[in-house]
């Protein structure tokens, strides 16, 4: 049965958790809300926990909220911490690994959506982090790590995003990117894309067409379809942060025009 596609606004504490092994992982954005282009997820690791899998068909980024450890992509060892997004390519075998005293906790991407059953188990792979790009598949599309603190901010009016990864880095599907929003309220807009939103810190109200339809906090997702216009209200003192991933890829700047 196919699932209407409208916006939806939730909170990760409203959404169940999938206990695993040393952790617990929430689908933010899936296929039960309609998505066609872009599923999203929240992973909580325990301290000295790792989680290896893989799958084929799917892209994956992911954003660091707490907590510090690795990520492992075809044997090289990316260590993370707060701020930094991993971009982990089509078929990659990779591991979470929290090396810190605290929970790790990620939130990421796949695009296109997976179903469970093709996200697989993976067996742990050797450091090879010391070898020769010599000793690598050349013509594979290579696994990034950025930094937002050394991403210069594109301005928007008085609005500011941050791209993490996009197809500049050889992620094909979709695009990753932080965004600062002041205290106010941008005109109603729309993109030519799927999108989740998770919102990293601030208040704010949530609005579809001229209607407001939600509070925003810290821990709030919301999922807008292709076509939807929408708004994100600042009704706080403090910017609000958002952590966003669409699908296709392109500029979180690109709009559709007004409708009539």
């Known amino acids: 049965m196919s699932v209407q596609q409208r916006a939806r606004l939730?909170?990760?504490?409203?959404?169940?958790?999938l206990p695993l092994e040393g952790g617990t992982l929430q689908w933010l954005v899936d296929r039960d809300l309609g998505v066609q282009h872009v599923m999203a997820y929240r992973l909580r690791l325990d301290s000295d926990s790792a989680l290896s899998h893989v799958h084929s068909g799917a892209e994956e980024v992911?954003?660091?909220?707490?907590?510090?450890?690795?990520?492992?992509?075809?044997?090289?060892?990316?260590?993370?911490?707060?701020?930094?997004?991993?971009?982990?390519?089509?078929?990659?075998?990779?591991?979470?690994v929290n090396t810190g005293a605290r929970p790790l906790t990620?939130?990421?991407?796949?695009?296109?959506?997976?179903?469970?059953?093709?996200?697989?188990?993976?067996?742990p792979?050797?450091?090879?982090?010391?070898?020769?790009?010599?000793?690598?598949?050349?013509?594979?599309?290579?696994?990034?790590?950025?930094?937002?603190?050394?991403v210069t901010p594109t301005l928007m009016g008085e609005r500011s995003f941050r791209v993490l990864v996009s197809p500049d880095v050889g992620c094909r599907q979709m695009?990753?990117?932080?965004?600062?929003?002041?205290?106010?309220?941008?005109?109603?807009?729309?993109?030519?894309?799927?999108?989740?939103?998770?919102?990293?810190?601030?208040?704010?109200?949530?609005?579809?067409?001229?209607?407001?339809?939600g509070d925003l906090r810290s821990g709030s997702v919301v999922f807008f379809p292709i076509g939807v216009r929408h708004t994100l209200e600042?009704?706080?003192?403090?910017?609000?942060?958002?952590?966003?991933?669409?699908?296709?890829a392109g500029s979180p700047e690109a709009k559709l025009p007004p409708s009539r």
Do not use: C
Request: charged fraction near 20%; hydrophobic fraction near 40%; charge should be negative.
């Open 106 to 123: 990620l939130v990421g991407a796949l695009a296109p959506p997976i179903t469970l059953d093709e996200i697989l188990p993976a067996m």
């Open 175 to 213: 695009t990753q990117f932080t965004g600062v929003i002041p205290t106010g309220r941008a005109p109603l807009h729309a993109h030519p894309h799927e999108e989740a939103v998770y919102i990293l810190a601030g208040t704010g109200r949530l609005w579809i067409e001229d209607q407001p339809v």
């Open 234 to 248: 600042n009704t706080g003192r403090d910017d609000m942060k958002v952590l966003g991933a669409f699908s296709p």
């Open 125 to 150: 792979r050797l450091d090879l982090s010391g070898l020769t790009s010599a000793t690598l598949n050349e013509t594979a599309v290579a696994p990034r790590m950025m930094d937002e603190r050394q």
């Open 62 to 96: 992911l954003y660091v909220l707490e907590g510090s450890g690795e990520v492992r992509v075809e044997g090289m060892t990316h260590h993370i911490g707060p701020g930094q997004a991993v971009f982990i390519p089509d078929g990659a075998e990779h591991a979470y």
């Open 10 to 17: 939730r909170h990760q504490s409203e959404i169940s958790g």
